[in-house]
């Protein structure tokens, strides 16, 4: 970040260019919401500055041994990600305008897109959105216009954060959501199925779901589509270099979250929300899409195909609103995934799996570890349940050095004990044995 100083004068000089004072500027925010005062610090210098950010860095915990997952996920990024990204034609804060003018970024979007729909195994793909949360939103309203209903049932082993922010975009809208509560881990068809009428838009599950269990939404996308029901399915990216694809499964619009291909955890953001859907739903889109055509002297050309957002067209039109530099994090993510390519991508993937499925073996075998859920199908994390709280002992761990795992009494009742760990193709098997031996010093 640049550091970019002003004086009391330069502040009037720029006010009065917009031939507004301090108060006119702020004058649209109601009184009552109005700061009563910023307690702000005086100004410090660039070096200051730096000092001080230093001070504040150094309190958070930089030297952990991560096992933490929940949809965030510390894997390996290549050197030449960052390399390739930080070009200055791409490396802009804001997302690109006329970009017909910039050839380069309409392909790398367009590619992309196709990056996703491979990956997915799904017909077309938009330019990205905000995140994975946001992505499933957008795809449960996109399914509400398809099918003009307003039910949507969305399974509890779905990501909880994904569900309250689902539930905080729609609280003023007029839509039956209805969760369902799984079963041993899994999405719970019987309670699925019970709820499923004609009135029912969209049902969405996630796989792996949070607590990393393994599904296969073949038999939910053949009973939705019996009803007029789109099936939305949530994915973990890198697990598809290894598992059954959702548009295998019979998925109707497929979303999940970007992070993973490239980025940074970055505590909370930018991330990246890709979506890819049947071709026959392209037109009730959220986002842009980009295309291949060819100029007037036959060249191959890229255009802005589909573009139903709010920049391009009426506001009460628009399907979405994305106004960072998505497009920069679409980039990121397709650079990964060429630099490893599909055999690389698979082999990412099995090392995850492979190093999951030691660490579970290590603790399971821990005097009072046991496995939470019956099915041992999952994917690179896991559900433990500890003879105490987890977040006591995660605490406890997090003094021995390791980032151990997600408390789920966070989110879910009558898991107080529950302990979910991640392990990434990053992880050791001499850390694993760590976490082992200190898991078991702290019980």
């Known amino acids: 970040m640049e550091f970019i100083p002003h004086t009391e004068q330069q502040q009037q000089e720029m006010l009065a260019e917009i031939d507004l004072t301090m108060d006119g500027l702020f004058a649209d925010i109601p009184a009552d919401l109005k700061a009563k005062s910023f307690n702000l610090p005086a100004g410090l210098s660039e070096m200051e500055a730096r000092n001080r950010l230093a001070e504040l860095a150094g309190k958070n915990s930089i030297d952990l041994t991560l096992f ?194 490239g980025m940074p955890m970055s505590f909370g953001g930018p991330y990246l929300g890709f979506m890819a859907a049947r071709k026959e739903h392209v037109r009730k889109m959220p986002g842009r899409v980009v295309g291949e055509t060819t100029d007037r002297e036959g060249r191959r050309a890229f255009v802005l195909t589909l573009q139903a957002r709010e920049q391009h067209i009426r506001r009460d039109k628009a399907t979405s609103n994305i106004c960072s530099n998505e497009a920069l994090c679409a980039l990121t993510a397709l650079v990964y995934l060429s630099l490893l390519g599909k055999e690389g991508l698979k082999e990412t993937a099995q090392r995850c799996a492979d190093k999951a499925s030691y660490a579970y073996q290590r603790l399971a075998a821990i005097a009072g570890v046991q496995p939470r859920f019956k099915t041992r199908w999952f994917f690179n994390e896991f559900v433990v349940d500890l003879p105490r709280e987890a977040a006591d002992v995660i605490a406890s761990l997090i003094e021995r050095g390791f980032a151990a795992g997600f408390p789920l009494s966070r989110y879910y009742e009558g898991m107080e004990n529950s302990m979910l760990i991640c392990v990434t193709e990053k992880r050791t098997k001499q850390e694993i044995g760590m976490l082992a031996e200190a898991l078991e010093s702290v019980l």
Do not use: W
């Open 68 to 261: 933490l997952g929940g949809g965030f996920y510390d894997h390996f990024i290549p050197s030449a990600v960052y390399s390739i990204i930080s070009r200055s034609e791409f490396y802009t804060a804001y997302t690109p305008y006329q970009p017909e003018l910039s050839q380069g970024t309409l392909q790398a979007i367009y590619e992309y897109q196709s990056a996703i729909c491979r990956l997915t195994d799904m017909e077309v793909s938009n330019a990205s959105l905000y995140d994975g949360g946001t992505a499933m939103y957008e795809a449960m309203m996109m399914a509400l216009r398809i099918t003009g209903r307003n039910k949507v049932i969305i399974d509890d082993s779905v990501n909880p954060i994904y569900r309250v922010m689902i539930h905080s975009y729609t609280r003023n809208l007029q839509i039956d959501l209805d969760e369902t509560h799984c079963t041993d881990g899994l999405a719970n068809r019987a309670e699925i199925l019970d709820k499923l009428d004609d009135q029912t838009a969209a049902i969405i599950v996630q796989n792996p779901n949070f607590f990393g269990c393994i599904d296969d939404f073949t038999d939910l996308a053949k009973a939705a589509h019996a009803k007029g029901t789109l099936l939305l399915v949530s994915c973990y990216p890198i697990s598809l270099g290894i598992l059954k694809t959702p548009g295998a499964m019979g998925a109707d619009i497929v979303t999940g979250e970007g992070q993973s291909l």
